[in-house]
Structures are given as structure tokens and as C-alpha cells.
């Protein structure tokens, strides 16, 4: 359980994570880091779900992106397909929400690719609580990364499964 918010604005792409990884009522580790950046691709991605099921679709992911020359919605779409169908990747239990300067996405086991509307996207179990947050802040002055990591204290205030010890990547 986690909560991952993508938000874009002036320019700016964020991706903000909390750090409490659970397994069921208990907190397991407070400082999991589950935001990435694929540096080579300009691309950012957080995950909600199992951290081992996670890696191995950051690993899909940038190894489509480097098949498509880094065309994010072909990679999203491909790793979908790859995610739905593959006898072992459709066990993998995650979301994840990506972003390059174009283009945000979350992805996801059932074959979805979705775009948010209004620039701001929130997965895990304090998702909706970030993306509510999220989507109040984006009428004021702050910036991408302030709106990101308020929404994820918001969420950490609320949500049991999602804790203040913040990740953060942009582009």
C-alpha cells in the first residue's frame, strides 16, 4: 500500500511517493524510495502495490522505451499489452503512474492506459486523497513539486498506509 501523486504544471512534471511499505497492519520500512526516474528516456514513474512486482515493470518499462526511442505512450501501451497477456507478468499486482514532458499516464495490470484530466494523477491506497488535494492546489501559485508534496502529506494525514517520508523526481 502507498500513495503516488504525478502532478503537471508551468512546464514541470513531479512525481511524489510516500516511503511506508506495509504488510497488512504493520509498517515494514518507513524510507522505501518508489518513485524512479529513467534518466536516459527523461521519463519519471511511481508504483503502487508490490515493490518486487514494481521493479520488474520499471524494467519493462525502460526497456520499451528503448524499443519505441522513447515514445512514452507507445512504451505505456506496449507494457499494457505485455502486462495483460504474459502468463507471469498478469500475476504482477501495481500501478504505476508515468510521465515525460508530454505525456502522463497510469498504466495498469487489467491493460488500461489512462491520461488524467486536469494534469494530476494519484494511485495506491491515499491516492484519491492526493489527487483531491492535488487537483485543489493546481488554482493556486505553487509549483509542481510544492503541490506534489502537499498532497502527499495530506494523504499521509488521513491514509494509514501512506506516511510523510517523501520521494520526490521531476522533469
Not at 31 to 49: C, D, L, S
Not at 79 to 104: C, F, I, P, Q
Not at 135 to 146: C, I, Q
Request: glycine content about 8%; proline content about 1%; overall charge neutral.
Amino acid at each position: 500500500m502507498t500513495t503516488i501523486v504525478l502532478v503537471r504544471k508551468n512546464n514541470e512534471v513531479v512525481v511524489a511517493g510516500d516511503g511506508q511499505v506495509s504488510m497488512g497492519n504493520t509498517v515494514i520500512k518507513k524510507t522505501a524510495n518508489k518513485v524512479r526516474k529513467i534518466e536516459k528516456r527523461n521519463v519519471i514513474a511511481g508504483f503502487a502495490g508490490s515493490t518486487a512486482d514494481a521493479l520488474t515493470l520499471f524494467e519493462r518499462l525502460e526497456s520499451k522505451l528503448e524499443k519505441h526511442a522513447g515514445n512514452l505512450a507507445r512504451a505505456a501501451v506496449e507494457l499494457a499489452k505485455d502486462w495483460r497477456t504474459d502468463k507471469y507478468l498478469r500475476r504482477l499486482e501495481a500501478l504505476m503512474a508515468v510521465g515525460d514532458k508530454e505525456n502522463s499516464f497510469i498504466i495498469s495490470g487489467t491493460g488500461d492506459v489512462l491520461e488524467p484530466e486536469g494534469d494530476v494523477i494519484g494511485i495506491g491506497s491515499g491516492g484519491n486523497y492526493a489527487l483531491a488535494s492535488a487537483k485543489v492546489l493546481m488554482d493556486t501559485d505553487l509549483s509542481a513539486e510544492e503541490i506534489a508534496k502537499k498532497a502527499i502529506k495530506v494523504a499521509s494525514e488521513i491514509c494509514v498506509f501512506t506516511n510523510d517520508n517523501l520521494n520526490v523526481e521531476k522533469i
